[in-house]
């Protein structure tokens, strides 16, 4: 009962903020525009991992200021601290021929 819950409120909180949950590993609001491609911005030196978790292992590395290129969606994983917030939004990057997971919370990806 108590995960129907979270489940609707979840779909519910997609409505309203206008995304689409897909299902899956690791889970994905796709936004509108899914198909663009973005360019996402560290705002800190982030690493890049193989999926939606801080114990994920590392593959490269996203300095300060340096861009990767982002499909323009939001994914959901384990919880981390970083930059100063508390979330389980991750951000999928591709740098160098690398493609991987960043903490959402230390990247900038204008929509």
Do not use: F
């Amino acid at each position: 009962m108590h995960a129907r819950r979270i489940l609707g409120a979840s779909l519910a909180a997609a409505a309203l903020a206008g995304t689409t949950l897909v299902a899956g590993t690791p889970a994905v609001a796709a936004t509108n525009a899914s198909a663009a491609s973005c360019t996402a911005k560290a705002l800190e030196t982030v690493i890049i991992r193989d999926r939606t978790s801080t114990s994920g292992t590392a593959l490269a590395q996203l300095n300060k200021g340096q861009t990767a290129s982002s499909p323009c969606q939001m994914y959901y994983g384990g919880s981390y601290t970083a930059c100063g917030i508390t979330s389980t939004r991750w951000v999928k990057v591709t740098k160098s021929g690398v493609t991987g997971y960043v903490v959402g919370t230390c990247v900038l990806q204008p929509a």
